[in-house]
């Protein structure tokens, strides 16, 4: 009854603050704009929130697993509800910039943590169902966000976005302090983020997330973009073009969970690689909302198909590793392709076009499935188990 108290706890809390995100992340860009931000600025004030989180994330999981879950979610949740009324204050690039860098470090304590609390609770076999449906609460809400951002948007103004963002977030952590119970601290005080980033198993995935998350930065960050200055859409179009692809990922999450559980996890992370891959690539050549809608929904499916897999992999070596120090390790890797998409992407914008920065991420997101298979096939992850050590 504990533990089932604690799943739900954590699934409406995450769910509310990562719709908190979702509603402001995909808007920033019309903000960074009105700032004056060219296509590398725009690429700093997202690098910033990532690159924050990728330096974070791995200490934060480390402690975590020593701590205890529960301490690390109320302080990351807490910091941002404050953070989310700054932004309404901010003059420059510059202060964007400083301000995301600081959710990024209060992101470090939710997001990794939480999961890692999940995984805690995961029995053996079946890691990839209780991860994906885990994964529902954070997609749903990052998916639902962009809609009622863009409509909000469109009807009163940014700054009522920004207010929005911060009440869901004070939600989060009023359900978080009352009803969820203190986590179960990990037995193997000697965790090393060094040791969960290094082995065997861990490798492939870990790559595999950087890539992905290259190529699904790229979608957030710049779908704005094309769509709006290239094809004329408005924010709340464009927020349903984004929220179907988001949408589509959390409400598959499960489904495909289960059958992480049941079939080759390397063939699942390729095969919905592929699809994001090929999704990219074909944006540019959209010819406007039905088009964006329809690759969106179908570079959703592919992550949908990916994700629960990998994290099913993540929570088995955290059996041998320290569930926080594994997610740590992941949601950095996913971090380290956050910072680097808007970066080159956003130069390869003001180098040559909007388009290129699509078919560019693309065809790097294509040629890094053909990697992954090689490094997964020789790791074999798909008879990986955690009392076999590696």
Do not use: W
């Amino acid at each position: 009854m504990k533990q089932l108290l604690s799943l739900r706890v954590l699934f409406i809390a995450v769910f509310a603050s990562m719709l908190g995100l979702g509603i402001v992340v995909p808007l920033l860009p019309y903000y960074a704009d009105t700032l004056g931000a060219t296509g590398i600025g725009i690429g700093l004030i997202f690098s910033g929130f990532a690159l924050s989180r990728a330096v974070f994330m791995p200490l934060i999981g480390r402690y975590s697993d020593r701590r205890g879950r529960k301490y690390f979610i109320l302080i990351g949740l807490g910091l941002f509800t404050i953070l989310s009324l700054t932004y309404i204050f901010a003059q420059s690039v510059a202060e964007l910039t400083l301000i995301r860098i600081a959710h990024g470090f209060a992101s470090a304590m939710v997001v990794p943590v939480a999961m890692a609390y999940v995984a805690d609770l995961s029995p053996a076999g079946k890691e990839g169902i209780c991860l994906g449906t885990f994964n529902t609460s954070l997609f749903l809400g990052l998916g639902c966000g962009p809609l009622i951002g863009g409509a909000i948007l469109d009807a009163v103004g940014i700054e009522y976005v920004f207010l929005l963002m911060g009440c869901l977030s004070f939600v989060s952590f009023l359900v978080c302090l009352a009803y969820l119970p203190e986590g179960k601290k990990s037995l193997r005080i000697s965790s090393s983020i060094l040791a969960a980033a290094g082995s065997i198993c861990m490798r492939p995935i870990l790559f595999f997330r950087i890539m992905n998350a290259y190529a699904n930065g790229t979608f957030m960050v710049f779908l704005p973009v094309i769509a709006t200055f290239a094809m004329g859409l408005s924010a709340f179009e464009t927020g349903v073009i984004i929220s179907s692809s988001i949408l589509t990922t959390g409400l598959l999450q499960r489904y495909f969970g289960n059958l992480a559980d049941r079939f080759s996890k390397t063939n699942l992370i390729a095969g919905g690689s592929l699809v994001v891959s090929i999704s990219l690539i074909a944006i540019p050549f959209s010819s406007g909302f039905f088009g964006l809608f329809v690759l969106s929904f179908i570079l959703g499916v592919g992550s949908a198909v990916a994700i629960p897999a990998s994290t099913a992999v993540v929570a088995i070596a955290g059996r041998s590793y320290g569930q926080g120090a594994c997610m740590g390790a992941f949601n950095t890797a996913m971090s380290v392709g956050m910072v680097t998409a808007p970066l080159m992407s956003g130069y390869v914008m003001d180098l040559l076009n909007i388009r290129a920065a699509f078919e560019i991420a693309g065809f790097i997101s294509l040629l890094s499935v053909i990697l992954f298979v090689l490094m997964a096939r020789s790791a074999g992850i798909d008879g990986y188990r955690s009392e076999t050590k590696q």
